[in-house]
């Protein structure tokens, strides 16, 4: 009766293996940086994939997105699976704290109806707030021992036990990808109307870039230009209320959805 619990649970957290879509309230329009590099991560199968940072500052989200992109890609939702490793209703039901194996047992059984070994395209596992299981590590190591066609991607709200060392079971086995609270930058261009963030990206890019150049060149003439054209930016977007609103209330990129209409 516990599996029955525990398999519904997990259906309902992964809609995508009905459908193939991650509910808009899960997403966010806005892409920090760091998701290009989390996106290319995924094809190493031989690295568990480590996102770290404080509570709220965009992990899950970051999470979706991924999902969302692979999905969009043509990856069968059926493929994709989420565990939220702080859910109360899976934690109950933890087979001697290994909610992790667990979970695949059933999940091979009722979702993809065979086993890891007989599976010929990749399978995504994501791990939200690992910290919450006592073993997620060990139990994540042992599967990738097994060399299946499986990436794991995992969050985590602290990094400690990653920094044992040679203690760790998946030294060597993880890529880390540390996420803080957003930038002035960030804040900036997620305060920016949608359809003109990637005008304002753009600009500011040919700006630095510029603005660097004249430096190496030595080119003071082109140096003054630029922050001319720089201070017409900062008119434009207002960024100088901005960056007094970012002093202010702070990069955790919840407050700043409340007040993005700022």
Known sequence: MDGLKVLEVIKKINPWFRDNKVPLSKLESFRR???????????????????????????????????????????DGKRILFIQGDN??????????????YI??????????????????????????????S???????????????IKFIVTESS???????????LTGRVSIQPIFTFSFADYAQYSIIEDKRSIFENKIKELSATFKD?????????AFNTAKKA????????????????????????VISDRSND
Do not use: C
């Open 33 to 75: 940086r760091e998701f290009g590099t989390l996106e290319k991560d995924l094809a190493r199968l031989d690295m568990t994939t480590l996102i770290i940072g404080a509570r709220r500052v965009g992990k899950s989200v970051l999470m979706y997105q991924l999902i969302d992109s692979l999905l969009k890609k043509g990856v």
């Open 88 to 101: 109360t209703l899976l934690t109950e039901f933890a087979v001697n704290g290994n909610l992790i194996n």
């Open 104 to 133: 695949l047992e059933l999940y091979q059984k009722h979702i993809i109806e065979k086993n890891f070994d007989e599976v010929n395209d990749t399978i995504y596992i994501f791990v939200d707030e690992a910290q919450s299981l």
């Open 135 to 149: 073993a997620w590590d060990r139990e994540i190591k042992t599967t990738m021992d097994q060399k299946y066609k």
């Open 159 to 169: 990094s400690f036990e990653l920094r044992r060392g040679s203690n760790n079971p």
């Open 214 to 222: 004249s430096l190496i060149q030595g080119d003071l003439s082109l």
């Open 231 to 254: 201070e017409a930016l900062i008119d434009t977007y207002n960024l100088k209320r901005r960056f007094e609103n970012y002093l202010f209330f702070g990069g955790f990129p919840r």
